[in-house]
């Protein structure tokens, strides 16, 4: 974990739990950095114990962590029920292991419990790469899925905006379906990955994508001439139509890579970061 902060002063208690966080991986690489960045896996291990984290930033996987020892328990009842399984895969010469929340084999049915907002209450794209690959890694251990879910747990949610928004979550936990891949195109998918994940680390250049920066995409302004506010704001400036120069300029306002600026552990080590966005 590197260095570990508490700048906002939380409990000894909280720092503690953070502290011993169990979780280890498993293979030549998990599921969860499969599908992440492999710049930011080499520089994660080669800066490791220099790179600074605050506990406050912790919170939400500690709270995550507490969900899976709650459905650890309960599963232990439940026939037929597999729990806090860790599934493991050789793919191009390195093991690849994943672990799974709950799996029910008779139904087919993979669920993946995260703590997570409101935001995503119809899904991410990250969580169908993740759970497809888990659905992978079930196939080549003998299960057969054929349904895919994360039950999410709403930290933000209000009953009040629930009882006035009908699209709104009803409740503060909800199944959300996740889409389902090929078993084809999720090994494609899965080498590929591998493939990356081994050049970086044999010190290739494998620049973070702007997905995997987050970016947030830039944006563009239509102004009158003299005017201090927009007139429009869009993310292509083919909306505004015809526009007549002589009145009106278009302003480029770059986007922001948040991850970089703000949530990547390494972003002190990544040249791609300092030298800007082209950089590799």
């Known amino acids: 974990m590197g260095k570990l902060t508490n700048v906002h002063n ?9 502290q011993n966080d169990p979780y280890t991986g498993g293979g030549d690489i998990s ?5 992440d960045a492999p710049q930011i896996r080499v520089l994660g291990g080669k800066h490791k114990d220099d790179i600074s984290v605050d506990v406050s930033e912790r919170v939400w996987a500690l709270l995550g962590q507490a969900v899976h020892t709650i459905l650890e328990r309960a599963g232990l009842r439940e026939a037929g029920m597999v729990v806090e399984e860790r599934l493991y895969a050789e ?4 093991q690849v292991s994943g672990q799974v929340d709950r799996m029910h084999c008779d139904l087919g049915k993979l669920s993946d419990y995260k703590v997570t907002t409101v935001y995503k209450k119809n899904g991410s794209d990250g ?25 999410g747990i709403f930290r933000d949610w209000r009953k009040t905006e629930a009882e006035r928004n009908p699209e ?11 889409p389902l891949w090929s078993l084809e195109d999720a090994e494609e998918y899965i080498t590929e990955r591998v493939y990356a994940h ?11 994508t702007d997905e995997e920066r987050w970016f947030s995409g830039n944006s563009y302004a ?10 429009r704001v869009s993310s292509d400036p083919r909306e505004f139509g015809e526009v007549d120069f002589e009145q009106y300029s278009i302003e480029v306002r770059a986007g922001e890579f948040k991850r970089c600026e ?19």
């Open 127 to 151: 969580w169908t790469r993740q759970l497809n690959v888990l659905r992978w890694l079930a196939h080549k251990n003998g299960h057969e899925i054929n349904t895919l879910e994360v039950v």
């Open 91 to 94: 793919v191009n010469g390195w």
């Open 262 to 280: 703000h949530y990547c552990d390494v972003r002190e080590f990544c040249a791609q970061r300092k030298a800007g966005s082209n950089a590799t």
């Open 222 to 231: 239509l102004t009158k001439r003299g005017a201090k506010r927009a007139t």
């Open 198 to 208: 081994q050049a970086a680390s044999r010190g290739e250049a494998v620049p973070c």
């Open 31 to 35: 599921t969860t950095k499969l599908i």
């Open 168 to 178: 709104y979550p009803q409740a503060a936990i909800q199944a959300i379906p996740v």
């Open 10 to 18: 939380l409990p000894a208690a909280i720092v503690a739990a953070v």
